[in-house]
């Protein structure tokens, strides 16, 4: 198995990692080499695993040719992403016109699969579940699909025309009832989550500033599904939020909270959530350089996770096994690292046991991710996830069996497999005590039944929930 | 090897299960043969519930339909295919181990015909052969035998195994049992019904399925019949009784059925399976044809006074001709009692179905303003009911809907025409203001109402207003596909999906000829136009490919290419007919017409 770098131990407290070390761009040298772990780091980190072939091209590029490959901006990508895009419209005009969230998922599931830009799907994924919106209270497919498509579109784009585009999404407004936001009547929900969750996070604002944000989004209204601002349920008198007392519009209340300190800090401690460590929190002094950047650069979302990603501290050996993978996550990279492919309608029905069904956030709040992933109940679903997966015969490898995927790999033998498998699918790698009982249990019968079971197994190691 | 032994026994079995059928006029004519025949269904014990007879391979493989299957394109594609020429080498290495063509092994194994049978008790299946040579089947039979052994040996596996019960010597190569006993070949799962049968054949006094009721009774299914061009492929018995009591629980066998859907379209077929003792199903091959039949002997009283509603009183309900409209992809005509069968639910369903139709009677009475939806709207119309299905074609793909679906009309005779067509017409304008504002609700497009009286055939009909303010960037919504249409024609109502099928089916002679079928004993037709469908499915290309990408995980063209294999079977074949009749013995029949190049 390759290792990482010992510059930080994986034993270091947070609070000892030196901000200005953190985000230096990570470079190889004799003692920290460019190897298969920290290909795979980034795959897991910035996308969802990467095929035997792209581990492969990106092992032999470095960084900076792995991040172009996770933002599709490699060579490889640029024909393919005409026929993927081709594909993805085409399952998408047909779960649409069946109205079905359901279907919608699945056309979610086929882009994380087959997008040559995994970073941009990672990115929605973390989004959908940033300004989190359900499809059970929305019940429109047509509306999930127009925000998902919202959240792509500015997912590594600038913070503030996306929030700013979010805030008149019909979805949004549905789910946080900003259509029943009536001059005489202002709801507070979309207010308060806009401060809240979105974009300042808890005790950096007051109950007067969501009642004055509230009443800047009188009258914003939904018509035949799209945004109608309604001028005579508007409440257009001046508004003083965070002690600004000439606010008016929504527009205007939505760049005075924005303008808050506390929004890049908020924003970048996410991010390090989702890409580094579930926990602990990262201090602010960790943060901050993180958050100047953003500011820097106009709020830009895409320059800090290029940071994040290509960090020193991100490919360290104390970021290894930092993070749970989310069902999403522990689907798609088992399936991205076998090539395998399967029916995207039973494997959105699959996730759902498993804690994360897309378009189905569990509240407002979103996943909360980390240990709340794991309990007895996400355990067996995981476990039940590979071997269904297995038992469908709709799912192939690359269009071919297992057995023949595995053959076609160079992979002749059960020592070989477990090997792949071990270096492959595991953050970090099997010890002794669990390496040996997989020959013990697995070496026996044909081929094909040793290798699912092989996968079965090591599916089901506990380190195989981490990433 | 071993792969290769598993394609050698697989193809053997495979012919002979595929090759099929029975006898051939020639032989099946002959004495000697006849006596064969009766001794095979000697041997299998009296507990078999289901015996098939296959044809010679002969019967098929010279066939007219062969000859001209494997020169049609789609064939020629599916032959060329990665998946096809896998097996095909597969069948070379099959060949060569047997030092025989595959062709030539089937004629051979099969040449006396081959007997399949199922045994509940034993839960064995039995294939049994007769080649025209001893002496070549026994030189086979120890190919196989040998190359198995080796194969075996070779991977590790557990060796063949033998045994001899009477004389007669069996192998068991994985989960297959096989022996050879002078000119027969017997293949099958079960050991025990492997010594049953070596028991009959060499006693022949012990009780036999030849000898059972049910078969003895049921032997009016033919299996020699060859007329002209026309050969029977297969003919299978079935011991319905047995079925039936050994799956009393199944819902198929239940006095009230659990499902609305499987009453309305199986309901008399439900009360033959819950009475006939046997039912019988023949296979032929016409020159442009399949046809299979599926019958079973019926009596009047089998037909409970609840099920009136879809075989008639006395069971008299016909069907009238199907709706002719050129075309179509489809037509059904056919007998239902729909009012009867709402006021006699009770009789029908279970409690859980009949609380959903109460709930829905609610509902609709009140949708039919105060109408009682039984007896004053289903009441309204006669039980002889026609359907019919045709393409639609859109004015340009910027105003078609994003998926196209065929329009289709049901036709019915009103009881009292001229008080009924006032009704209709009224309750249809409310029916269209309610989809407006149901519609309105979710933001659906709406309905325009309108109405002609094309000579003396009033239509009202509504149509779909496209929003100029919306953008389809994905085409229109499927709703696009309707207009909603109600027309009257003479004593006829027809409810249509659009307002130009509504027209074309008013101005279509809905009286016909006669009628009823001149002679008729159809309870059910169903005419398919299978062109027509394919062309309907070939509008909606895309949407079929998505939906295989979504189902099956592949890539577009994967994808594609499954969907115009499909397509490439469908023109293969022409038209299609479905007969569904209860006269003495009740047949449901199907023929498929395959497309003469």
């Known amino acids: ?467 | 090897m071993r792969c290769y032994c598993s394609i050698v026994l697989v193809f053997a079995m495979a012919g002979w299960l595929s090759s099929t059928c029975v006898l051939d006029a020639q032989d099946a004519g002959s004495p000697v043969e006849k006596s064969m025949q009766e001794s095979v269904e000697n041997w299998l014990p009296a507990t078999s519930v289901i015996y098939a007879k296959l044809a010679p391979a002969d019967a098929w493989l010279d066939h007219p339909f062969r000859t001209w299957l494997v020169e049609t394109e789609p064939f020629k594609k599916v032959w060329r295919s990665p998946e096809v020429l896998k097996a095909r080498s597969g069948i070379t290495v099959a060949e060569f181990a047997l030092g025989t063509k595959i062709e030539v092994l089937l004629r051979k194994l099969t040449a006396h015909g081959v007997h399949l049978a199922f045994d509940p008790k034993t839960q064995g299946v039995v294939l049994l052969a007769q080649a025209n040579d001893e002496e070549w089947l026994a030189r086979m039979a120890k190919k196989v035998i040998d190359f198995a052994r080796k194969d075996a040996e070779a991977n590790g596996r557990s060796p063949i195994e033998s045994a001899e019960y009477l004389g007669v010597e069996g192998y068991k190569v994985e989960d297959g049992i096989f022996a050879v006993m002078g000119p027969w070949l017997m293949v099958t799962n079960k050991s025990e019904l492997a010594k049953a049968i070596i028991d009959r054949k060499l006693d022949p006094a012990l009780p036999s399925m030849g000898n059972a009721s049910w078969h003895t009774k049921s032997n009016d299914w033919k299996l020699d019949t060859e007329v002209g061009d026309v050969a029977r492929v297969l003919a299978i018995d079935i011991d319905l009784a047995s079925i039936r009591s050994a799956m009393s629980d199944n819902d198929l066998f239940q006095k009230q059925a659990k499902d609305f859907g499987l009453e309305l379209f199986l309901g008399g077929i439900l009360s033959l399976l819950q009475n006939a003792p046997n039912a019988s199903m023949t296979l032929d091959m016409e020159p442009a044809a399949l046809s299979a039949e599926l019958s079973c002997p019926t009596q009047i009283e089998w037909f409970t006074e609840a099920r009136e509603y879809y075989v008639g009183p006395q069971a008299t309900g016909r069907a009238l001709p199907p709706l002719q409209i050129e075309g179509s992809i489809a037509a059904l005509s056919t007998y239902r009692n729909l009012s009867e069968m709402w006021l006699r639910s009770g009789d029908l369903f279970g409690q859980e179905v009949n609380d959903q139709l109460a709930q829905a009677d609610s509902t609709l009475t009140t949708l039919f303003s105060g109408k009682d939806f039984g007896s004053d709207i289903l009441g309204a119309i006669e039980p002889e009911l026609r359907l019919i299905a045709i393409p639609q074609s859109f004015e340009s793909d910027a105003l078609s809907p994003s998926l196209k679906l065929p329009s289709f009309a049901m036709v019915a005779k009103l009881r009292k025409p001229e008080a009924m067509q006032r009704e209709f017409k009224r309750i249809f304008q409310s029916f269209i203001g309610f989809l407006n504002v149901v519609g309105a609700m979710e933001g659906q497009p709406q309905l325009d109402l309108a109405s002609e009286t094309n000579g003396s055939l009033p239509i009202y009909w509504g149509s779909y207003i496209v929003d100029a303010d919306r953008k389809y960037e994905n085409g229109l919504p499927i709703q696009f596909n309707f207009s909603p249409a109600l027309a009257f024609s003479g004593d006829f109502v027809i409810l249509s999906s659009t307002a130009d099928l509504a027209r074309r089916v008013a101005e279509s002679n809905l009286n016909g000829p006669s009628e009823a079928v001149e002679d008729g004993v159809s309870n059910t037709l169903v005419e398919l136009n299978v062109q027509a469908l394919k062309g309907a499915l070939e509008s909606n290309e895309n949407a079929m490919i998505a939906q295989n990408m979504l189902e099956k995980g592949r890539t577009r063209s994967d994808a594609a290419r499954e969907i115009e294999t499909l397509l490439s079977i469908l023109e293969l074949m022409g038209r299609a007919r479905l007969d569904l009749s209860f006269a003495e013995r009740a047949a449901l029949q199907l023929r498929v017409e395959y497309v003469q190049p």
């Open chain 1, 1 to 467: 198995m390759y290792s990482l770098s010992q510059s930080i131990a994986p034993s270091t407290p947070i609070s000892a990692i030196v901000p200005t070390w953190a985000w230096q761009p990570w470079s190889p040298s004799d003692e920290e080499p460019w190897n298969e772990a920290r290909v795979q780091l980034m795959f897991r980190r910035g996308g969802f695993g990467a095929s035997p072939q792209q581990r492969r091209e990106a092992l032999r590029g470095g960084p900076k040719v792995t991040l172009a490959i996770l933002k599709g901006e490699d060579r490889s990508a640029a024909g393919r992403r005409e026929t993927f895009e081709l594909d993805s419209e085409a399952i998408g005009t047909s779960v649409r016109t069946g109205s079905s969230s359901e279907g919608l998922a699945a056309w979610w599931l086929h882009r994380m699969l087959q997008s040559p830009s995994p970073l941009l799907e990672k990115m929605t994924l973390f989004w959908h579940g940033h300004f989190a919106t359900g499809a059970e209270k929305v019940m429109d497919a047509e509306l999930m699909y127009q925000q998902n498509q919202l959240l792509r579109r500015h997912a590594l784009g600038d913070f503030r025309p996306m929030v700013q585009a979010i805030s008149r999404d019909p979805a949004m407004l549905i789910y946080l009832d900003s259509v029943s936001n009536r001059k005489a009547h202002p709801n507070e929900n979309y207010a308060r989550e806009l401060m809240e969750l979105f974009c300042l996070g808890e005790g950096n604002y007051s109950e007067q500033d969501v009642q004055q944000l509230a009443r800047c989004f009188t009258g914003w209204e939904i018509r035949r599904k799209m945004f109608r601002f309604n001028p005579y349920q508007h409440d257009s008198g001046l508004k003083t939020i965070f002690d600004q007392a000439d606010i008016e519009s929504g527009e205007d209340a939505i760049d005075c909270v924005l303008a808050r300190s506390a929004m890049p800090r908020f924003v970048c401690t996410k991010l390090v959530r989702y890409f580094v460590c579930d926990e602990p929190n990262a201090p602010d002094s960790l943060i901050a350089p993180l958050a100047d950047q953003f500011v820097r650069s106009g709020y830009s979302i895409g320059e800090i996770v290029d940071t994040i990603l290509q960090s020193r501290w991100m490919l360290s050996q104390w970021s290894v096994g930092r993070k749970i993978r989310s069902p999403v996550e522990f689907a798609m990279e088992w399936m991205r690292s076998l090539e395998a492919t399967t029916n995207l309608e039973h494997l959105a029905r699959m996730l759902r046991p498993l804690g994360q069904a897309v378009f189905y956030p569990p509240n407002v709040k979103g996943w909360d991710g980390g240990r709340a992933w794991i309990n007895s109940s996400t355990l067996i679903g995981r476990s039940n996830f590979v071997v269904d997966l297995l038992g469908d015969p709709n799912t192939r490898f690359d269009g071919k069996s297992l057995e023949q995927w595995c053959s076609d790999q160079g992979i002749q033998d059960h020592k070989s497999w477990i090997d792949w498998l071990n270096e492959s699918l595991l953050a970090i790698p099997l010890s002794d005590s669990e390496y040996q009982p997989l020959f013990d249990r697995d070496n026996e019968g044909a081929a094909s039944a040793s290798r699912a079971n092989a996968l079965i197994t090591v599916s089901r190691i506990p380190k195989f929930l981490l990433s």
